[in-house]
């Protein structure tokens, strides 16, 4: 199975952050549909064996944001997703010191994504979490040789504004060096565990992490 290594970065000004990338001559890797509102379902066991394992299943949907000059949405794009648990891979060499997620994922394209989700139920599988984001994923010049394989991922969340470093681990400590972010800012906890760390800062029962408008 293919493996994905990645990061996660806080962004506390997407402005400035924005203005960054456009310096380093980052452009969105699907021009004419850049942003993507996402909405992820997680599914578990009753007992939540997936999680106590590391494992994730996911059906996402996507659908293209809609612009001020385009309004009319386009067609939804489903995924499953499926993650290994990501100390199966972890990065042991003394200079990363584990500071990468990385694990196998295997991924594809749904033609039927409530047809699955009924097999999933009927399988005793739950659909228990859903939190959704915006996503525009950038991409780096061809100048920039060390940049190969690299995606620029802007998540804009319910919790606050991140991006996602994927790619090979090389280039993800030089794109954050870019960024101006040094190892110490690496975040390799899943947009759940930071939900569930935001919703103990506040004092909340965690629900879903949803924007205000979806409730």
């Given amino acids: ?22 310096r380093l001559g ?75 997620k990385v694990r196998e994922e295997t991924e594809l394209v749904l033609s039927d994504a409530p047809a699955l989700q009924k097999i999933f139920e009927g399988l005793g599988l739950r659909g228990w979490f859903r939190y959704e984001k915006f996503r525009t994923t950038y991409k780096l010049p061809a100048r920039h040789k060390w940049a190969a394989g690299l995606l620029i991922e802007l998540d804009e969340t319910p919790i606050g504004t991140f991006i996602e470093l994927e790619g090979p681990p090389a280039a993800i400590d030089r794109a954050a060096t870019e960024l101006g972010f040094s190892p110490r800012d690496f975040i390799t906890k899943n947009y759940l565990v930071l939900y569930l760390d935001d919703c103990r800062r506040r004092n909340q029962t965690p629900t879903h992490m949803l924007f205000p408008s979806t409730h």
């Fill in 1 to 22: 199975m293919p493996q994905e290594i990645e990061i996660k970065l806080p962004i506390s000004n997407p402005k400035a952050f924005l203005r960054t990338l456009k």
């Fill in 26 to 100: 980052a452009v969105p890797v699907d021009p004419k549909s850049p942003r993507v509102h996402e909405m992820n379902l997680l599914f578990d066991t009753p007992d939540g064996g997936l999680a106590k394992h590391g494992q994730l299943l996911r059906i996402r949907t996507e659908t293209s944001a809609p612009e001020k000059k385009s309004p009319r949405k386009s067609p939804a794009r489903y995924l499953l997703t499926f993650k290994s648990p990501p100390e199966s891979l972890a990065i042991h060499t003394p200079t990363r010191q584990n500071r990468h």
